[in-house]
Structure formats: structure tokens, C-alpha cells
């Protein structure tokens, strides 16, 4: 009875039991090959469960068998989205809109990917049309509060945040953006009411608001506050005072490598062994983030170098001594970072910029790239300022001086 093993698998999964809802799934498929319900909710479950491969082969199974399943389109989006897949996620997720305009899932998961690729106004545009459809989607709300970000203007952020807020007045990382988009505007009361909450709230919400305080105190005034890693980038590739190399550590799919060398008229190198974490971070093991050895598909102007960093920067430096001009350190780890700052120390000069990609916004921010950079300061007497940060994405940029 395909059907009962189907609604039994359905079942198990909403228990969370999801080794037991593949298996049952699959006997399903045993007696129904055909059966697409089953080939799409299989899916689901091996996405949650960390295979996205054999995720994305079921629904394709089920589109093959219902080429207009709107839900299995959106869903292979996401899982494409998970496999830095973005161009064929963004083209999954406009077939599942043309089969199903009023499909807001699928409106709101394409505003992400747009967003990562760096098309922020298609990203708002995709946001609007998800909130036209559901005006009280909380997520969006808060998605959208990101691309509006101004520092000149916080009015629409802020309008943003305050309806997510009301929406779901539970949830203290909203509380966290509202009380610093507040606290940015200077005006503590209303910051305080949202901060109060936040004080009360898990490890990470204080630890937030710990980073905020140190980057609001850090400069004389507090630096431009952005939604988005491409801000970051052209922020920072324009306030690079310096001509030199520009490099990226941490490629993974390729997302930001491939924005950066759009940005710039010159060779970029970008540094990965593609393996991963080489340990673990907090509660992320050794190998997360691997793209299982596959090297991305990047444009000309860039040169990837495969390896541990300990392997591939020694020899890249000799060979390369001239000054950085801007480095995007996406390494994670306390160790990568330190690495990276040791080996290229007397090539970060005044008008070098640097961003860091985890710098903020992680509960223990003040162990990783933030520890590795503050320490390169106090041993190189570097003096720095910062250009930009975002909770968002939680990236810093930072100009040597």
C-alpha cells in the first residue's frame, strides 16, 4: 500500500524521525517507482538530512514524472541554492512562479538567491511581490529590512523591522536589529525596550548585542551600516588607497569571488583547499563547508589556488610580494585568519582594505577573526578604521592606515 508507507513517511518526518521516513519512502517507491509524491517528499527529507545530491536527483525524478510541480520546482531551488548552484536555482524558482504566480515561497526563496548573487533590486522586487502575497510573512519582512538599509535613511528598515517585530514578538533576533537600528539613530529608549529583551535571551542574541556596542564604541563615530556582502565589496575595493594584489580566502562555490573580480580590472587569486573546515569550529565539524574537492566554475581574471593555506600562500607570497590592494577573508577560524595575516603581514600597508566575513554576529565572535586580526594589530602596529559592518551578513570592512 504505497500510499500508507507515503503518509507513514510524511508522519515520521514531522516527528523529525528522518532516517526512518527515507526508508519508508523508499519502500513506497519499491511498490510505486511512479509515484511522485513520494520521489518529492523523499526529497525533502534528504535535504534536511544533509544530502543534497541525492535531494535534488528525487525531485527531479518528480518533475520528470510532473513536469508543472511547482512545490518540487521551489524545493530543487533551495537544495540548488544549498550546492552554491545559483543561476540554476534562480531559474527553478522562476519556473515554479510561472507555474504558480502566487507561489510565495518560491517569490521569497528567489529573493534570497538574487540577493546572494548581488542583484539587490531584483532581490527587493522578489520580496514586495512575496509580501503583496502575504503581507504578514515576519521572515520577509526582515529580509527586506536588509536591502533597504541606509545610513542616511533608516526610515524603511526600520518600518520593516518594526512589523516583523510585531508579528512575531518573540523573536529576540529581531528584537536584537530593531533596538540597534534604533540605538544607531541615537535613540536609546526605544533601543533600550528591544536591548532589555535581548539581555534575557540565548548566548548568541547577547553576544550580538556585545559585538554592537564594541563596533558603536570602536571608531569616533559608528561606521555605515550595509545589508548585503557585494555593499561590502564595492565599499571597500573603492576605499582601497594602495594598487596591489586582491585575493579572497575561503572560495567555497564561488558566490563572492565571482562579484569581487566584477568590481575590479585585474587578476583575483582566490585561496581554497575545497575540503572544508580543516577543524572544527565551535560546533561545526572538520569538513564543514566542503564542496567535496569540486573546484567552482569562475571567470577569467580568476586564478584559484588549490590547498591548505599553510601549502599554497608560502609560495604564492615570494612569488607575489607586491602590496594588497584588498582581501576578502572568509576563512571562519581563528587559525586560518592568523595564517593569512601572518604570511601576507609586511604586504598590508596604509590604504589596504580588508573584510571579514565572520567578524560579527556569531556567538563567540571574539575567538575567531576578530581575535586573529586584533592580535595582527598589537604586532604589527597596525592602525585601522572601519568602513562598513552588517548583522546581516556579518562582515566588517577595514581600511589600514
Request: negative net charge.
Amino acid at each position: 500500500y504505497a500510499e500508507a508507507h507515503t503518509n507513514l513517511g510524511n508522519a515520521l518526518q514531522k516527528l523529525g524521525k528522518l532516517r526512518e521516513a527515507v526508508a519508508t519512502y523508499k519502500k513506497a517507491l519499491g511498490l510505486r517507482p511512479d509515484f511522485v509524491e513520494a520521489h518529492y517528499n523523499l526529497g525533502i527529507a534528504l535535504k534536511a538530512l544533509g544530502n543534497p545530491d541525492d535531494a535534488v536527483a528525487r525531485f527531479q525524478k518528480a518533475l520528470t514524472i510532473k513536469p508543472d510541480y511547482a512545490e518540487a520546482l521551489s524545493n530543487l531551488g533551495a537544495t540548488l541554492q544549498d550546492l552554491g548552484r545559483l543561476e540554476e536555482a534562480v531559474a527553478s524558482y522562476r519556473k515554479a512562479i510561472d507555474l504558480k504566480p502566487d507561489y510565495v515561497e518560491a517569490h521569497t526563496n528567489l529573493g534570497v538567491a538574487l540577493q546572494a548573487f548581488g542583484e539587490l533590486e531584483e532581490a527587493i522586487a522578489s520580496y514586495r511581490k512575496a509580501l503583496a502575497i502575504k503581507p504578514n510573512y515576519a521572515e520577509v519582512h526582515y529580509n527586506l529590512h536588509a536591502l533597504l538599509l541606509d545610513p542616511d535613511d533608516l526610515a524603511p528598515s526600520i518600518k520593516c523591522m518594526e512589523r516583523a517585530v510585531a508579528l512575531d514578538l518573540s523573536n529576540t533576533n529581531y528584537r536584537f536589529v530593531l533596538g540597534m537600528l534604533w540605538d544607531y539613530l541615537g535613540d536609546t529608549q526605544k533601543a533600550t525596550t528591544h536591548f532589555d529583551i535581548v539581555e534575557n535571551g540565548s548566548n548568541l542574541y547577547r553576544a550580538r548585542l556585545d559585538a554592537w556596542r564594541y563596533i558603536k564604541s570602536a571608531n569616533n563615530k559608528v561606521p555605515p551600516i550595509i545589508g548585503s556582502s557585494i555593499q561590502a565589496f564595492k565599499l571597500g575595493i573603492d576605499a582601497a588607497a594602495v594598487d596591489g594584489l586582491v585575493l579572497e580566502f575561503g572560495v567555497r562555490f564561488g558566490t563572492s569571488i565571482r562579484q569581487i573580480c566584477a568590481l575590479v580590472d585585474q587578476n583575483v587569486h582566490g585561496f581554497d583547499s575545497f575540503q572544508g573546515l580543516p577543524e572544527s569550529w565551535h560546533n561545526e565539524p572538520k569538513g564543514s563547508y566542503s564542496t567535496k574537492g569540486i573546484i567552482p566554475s569562475v571567470p577569467q581574471n580568476v586564478i584559484l589556488h588549490v590547498g591548505w593555506f599553510e601549502d599554497t600562500l608560502p609560495g604564492f607570497v615570494k612569488q607575489h610580494p607586491e602590496p594588497v590592494r584588498f582581501m576578502n577573508i572568509d576563512c571562519d577560524i581563528y587559525s586560518s585568519t592568523k595564517t593569512v595575516l601572518e604570511l601576507f603581514a609586511k604586504q598590508i600597508i596604509p590604504g589596504t582594505v580588508i573584510v571579514f566575513d565572520e567578524y560579527i554576529g556569531n556567538e563567540c565572535w571574539r575567538e575567531d577573526e576578530f581575535k586573529a586580526f586584533q592580535e595582527a594589530v598589537l604586532e604589527y602596529g597596525w592602525e585601522y578604521e572601519y568602513l562598513c559592518f552588517s548583522f546581516a551578513t556579518g562582515q566588517v570592512g577595514i581600511r589600514i592606515n
